[in-house]
C-alpha cells in the first residue's frame, strides 16, 4: 500500500480500526499477537494519540483490509478547542481514587508550565461552600475528563449535578470530553456518555492491563489535552 501518512487524520484513522476490531470481536491483545507487534503500537493505533511509522501504519491497515481510498485525511485546518481559559474538570468517584492520583501525575507537568489548571475536590478546603465551587469550576472548565467506572455511573451527585452541565457545555460551547474507562461498567449502554470517545476501548478498562499499559492510557490523557490546548493558545 502506497501512502501518504503524513496527512491522515490518526483519531479518525483509529475509529475506524476499532470499528474493525468490534467487528471481528479482537482485542488489543489479540490483534497485537496476530500482527506479532507490541501491544502499545496496537494501542497507539487505536486511540490515534501517536504517529506511527509508515510501516506499521500500513500493517495495520493491511491486516484490517482498509483501502488507501477509505483512509481519512485530515481537513486544511483543524478545529481548535474552545476558548474558555486552562481549567480542566476532573470527575471521578471517591472510591477510584487511587486512578485519580495516577493520572495527575501525568498532568503536572502540563499544569508546570502553565498550560492547564486542573481542578479536583480535593482542592476543596475546611470552610468551603463546596457545591458552589463545583458549579465554579464546572462553568469555567474547556475541558473535563471523566474516570468511568461502576462506581462514578452510581455517583447521584455526578450524575445528577457534575455531568449535566458539562454535557450542555460540549454541545453549546465545545467543551472538550475525555471519558477514561477504569473498570467493566455500562458505559457503551449509556446514551448521553457513549457519544464521546473515550481514551481507551471499553473493553480494556484501566483496571485489567499491566502497569505499563496503564501508564500508556495516562500518557494519552495528558498528550489529548496538551495537544488541545496548544492549539488554542
Known sequence: MKVDWSNVDYAAFGKMVRARMEERSLSSA??????????ALVFYAVTGRRRLSPPRMEQIAQFFEIDASELPRLEATAPAATSR??????????????????LMVHLKPLEKQGLIDPWVDTRLMAGDKW??????????AKAAILLISADFLASDFIIDNELPPLL?????????????????????????????QAINPPDEPVSLLDENERELVYDSVAQRIEDAFERSR
Do not use: M, W
Open 30 to 39: 489479540a490483534v497485537a499477537e496476530q500482527l506479532g507487534v507490541p501491544r
Open 85 to 102: 481559559g486552562k481549567k480542566i474538570f476532573v470527575s471521578y468517584s471517591h472510591k477510584d481514587h487511587e486512578y485519580l492520583e495516577r
Open 168 to 196: 450542555q457545555t460540549a454541545e453549546q460551547e465545545g467543551t472538550l470530553i475525555i471519558p477514561v474507562i477504569l473498570k467493566p461498567c455500562r458505559f457503551t449502554r449509556e446514551k448521553n456518555l457513549r457519544e464521546f
Open 131 to 140: 457545591k458552589k465551587e463545583i458549579e465554579k469550576a464546572l462553568k469555567s
